[in-house]
């Protein structure tokens, strides 16, 4: 198997002295073309991650049609939510509405992401529970349709549950993927992920956006529902205009869906800084003029090129270099 060709994403500067540089791979696929923006990866497969999100809850959205989930209840349903008190509620009702519990879920206990929302568990002196995971949403969408198909709940997170094997077929096929030649390992949460080059994630991802108005629609009115008050996909979706659905996963990736021309971005990042993650993907899509909103927002706060002390001084700056 061919190696990827990763390429300087950027560099970061103090005082004219390089102290980081961040290697990846950046591409643009829309249905006539791969643009290869920097890097290549030959073909080479990743493991999804939560970029994977959106493309398990197409493979069950006969949910959607089967019980009266809001469009807030379907947008956390493909989130990797902050544990925010709004993320808590919409899963605690989606799993209301099925007749189950927070107990039936099988992903770990995880504390919120979301600083606010960890720091008044320390407080009340409260261990974090399943549904305060990132992926609870994703889960019980899986129990939902459990549910629906008179599946068994207690396994659900397993290999060989007819769940999961319906979803791993479903998103192989949505990303143009043999399964039988795919790599398939065990995500954060539990779940069975799969692995696909680059490519065929973001033919899958918006492939999802372009065919699934309902999840479409939920993300873009709900995209704190997605993910959180000062997450990067978050920030993009409202810096973006409602044209663009963004979804970062672990393993330093995220997908960007630009429905405003049917094309999707992905970036993938050699190492574990997301903060590099963040700002090279906001200044491609700002030098594509895909962020008709970023002036003065959330997003070019947490992204200022400026390296600068605890007081605010300058001390040097960050370059992307696409």
Avoid: W
Wanted: hydrophobic residues 35%; aromatic residues 6%; contains cysteine.
């Amino acid at each position: 198997m061919k190696k990827p060709e990763y390429a300087l994403l950027s560099v970061h500067e103090r005082n004219n002295l390089i102290e980081e540089e961040h290697f990846g791979i950046v591409l643009k696929y829309t249905d006539k073309e791969i643009k290869k923006i920097a890097g290549n990866s030959n073909g080479y497969p990743f493991f999804q991650r939560s970029c994977m999100k959106p493309l398990q809850l197409a493979a069950i959205s006969e949910i959607l049609d089967n019980f009266e989930f809001t469009n807030e209840e379907i947008a956390v349903m493909s989130a990797s939510h902050s544990g925010e008190k709004f993320h808590i509620k919409a899963v605690s009702n989606i799993l209301k509405k099925i007749g189950l519990t927070e107990e039936n879920l099988l992903c770990p206990p995880q504390m919120p992401l979301n600083r606010e929302s960890r720091n008044g568990l320390i407080k009340r002196s409260e261990a974090p529970k399943a549904i305060h995971n990132n992926c609870s949403g994703k889960h019980a969408a899986m129990l939902a349709y459990c549910v629906l198909k008179g599946y068994e709940i207690k396994n659900y997170t397993e290999l060989d549950h007819p769940l999961q094997k319906h979803i791993l077929n479903f998103v192989a096929e949505i990303c143009g993927q043999n399964l039988k030649e795919s790599e398939v390992s065990r995500d954060g949460c539990t779940l069975p992920v799969i692995a696909t080059p680059l490519e065929n994630l973001a033919k899958g991802f918006l492939n999802v956006y372009k065919n699934h108005p309902k999840i479409t629609n939920a993300v873009l009115e709900n995209p704190y529902f997605a993910g959180g008050h000062g997450r990067f996909d978050s920030e993009i979706m409202i810096a973006g205009g409602k044209n663009l659905i963004a979804k970062v996963g672990a393993g330093n990736i995220c997908c960007v869906a630009d429905l405003s021309e049917n094309s999707c971005y992905v970036v993938k990042v050699l190492d574990g800084d997301n903060f590099a993650r963040g700002i090279i993907l906001t200044e491609i899509l700002k030098k594509e003029g895909k962020l008709p909103n970023i002036e003065n927002s959330e997003l070019e706060k947490m992204y200022s090129h400026d390296i600068t002390d605890e007081t605010g001084f300058a001390v040097g700056k960050i370059k992307v270099m696409v």
